[in-house]
Every structure is written in structure tokens, then in C-alpha cells.
């Protein structure tokens, strides 16, 4: 079974919509599809173009789950299995389930690249996620608006996960802490010294609050 992302061959290609190769180069020389070229110059067709063909308005539900670190991978898997079941009770076709597993506060996660390259293709109908900050922990609104330019539905379901908020936001403080320290290290001004020095009381005392 193909993903919407798989970068087939001109023959898979053909096969996949019932057109001859030939048809395929006529679709592209006319605009109605493009193809990938590889380094040996070779097409490739991804999935949901050749989908789009006859349907060019034709868009998606999209479910994005994300936790902080590898080891919370169960977390993860039970998040997603929430948004798969409330997409089968509504019997919306889910195609895309993105994951990732990084800081609320990291705007460069794959997953997330990969939901904004979409809703840029038009390709999203909708967009569910449990809580707002499983997209960003800052910034969530950014995603939100450009849904709402692209017309894409955003659903945010509310049921709480194994995941407690307040953990995942000191983890996500103490990160932000650490790269000023970082930055500062750098530059061994007397402030800059007893700023790092604050920085690291407050990272004990957030960590005292956790345990």
C-alpha cells in the first residue's frame, strides 16, 4: 500500500492511475503534474500529486502528536491512538499521521516542517491534535492562522494523556536555560557570570518544585 508521500517511477506511476508512460509525460508537459528528477535523471511521481489529477482541489485529514523526549515514545503511541479513533468514529480517512519527538519550544522538528509544507501545498481538509501545545509550546497560533488562510478545519480534542503539562514545560524552561548558558559561556563578563549563576538557581529550584 502506497503513502501519499512515496516518490514512485513513471511505470508504478502509470499503473497506479491506469494511464499509459506515455499519458504521464503528456500530463506533464501540459502542467497537470509534476514530476521529481533524480540525480540520474530519472522521474519520480509522488502519490498524492497523481491523485490530484482529476482532482486538484482534493485535500486530507491530517493528525499530529508529538512528546518531548525518546523516552516517552508510549505517550506518543497512546496520543495518536486517540486522534486515529476519533478520526474512525467521524470516518475521516487519515492519511497522514505525523509524529514528533522533540521541545515544544523547537520550531525546526521535522514532523512540523513536514504539517507546514502541506497546509503550503493545500493538501490539509482538516487538522487534529489533543491540545494545542503538542504543536508549539509558544506560537501555536502561528500554525492556526495559516489553517484558517488555507481553509483548513483545526480540531483540538482536549483529553488529557499520560504526559503531565507542567513536567513537559520545566523540561522545555530548563532548555531554553540551558542554551543562554551556552551563549553566555562564551562571553566571561562579570554579568554575564552572575547572570548564568541565576539561570542555574532557578533550573535547581524549578527541578527541587518537579521532585
Known sequence: MYRLEDLLPIGEAAMLRGVSVETLRRWEKKGKIVAVRTEGSHRRYKVADLLKVDNPELRHTVVYGRVSSPDKKEDLARQIGILELYCQKHEWNAPYVIKDIGSGLNYRKRGLLKLIDLLQRNEVERLIITDKDRLLRFGSELIFAL??????????????IALEPEQEL??????????????????????????????????????????
Open 147 to 160: 489553517c484558517e488562510n488555507n481553509g483548513a478545519e483545526v480540531i483540538i480534542l482536549n483529553k488529557p
Open 170 to 211: 520545566v523540561e522545555d524552561v530548563l532548555s531554553v536555560i540551558a542554551v543562554m548558558s551556552a551563549r553566555m559561556y562564551g562571553k566571561r563578563s562579570k554579568r554575564n557570570l552572575k547572570a548564568m549563576q541565576a539561570l542555574h538557581e532557578c533550573a535547581e529550584k524549578m527541578l527541587d518544585v518537579e521532585t
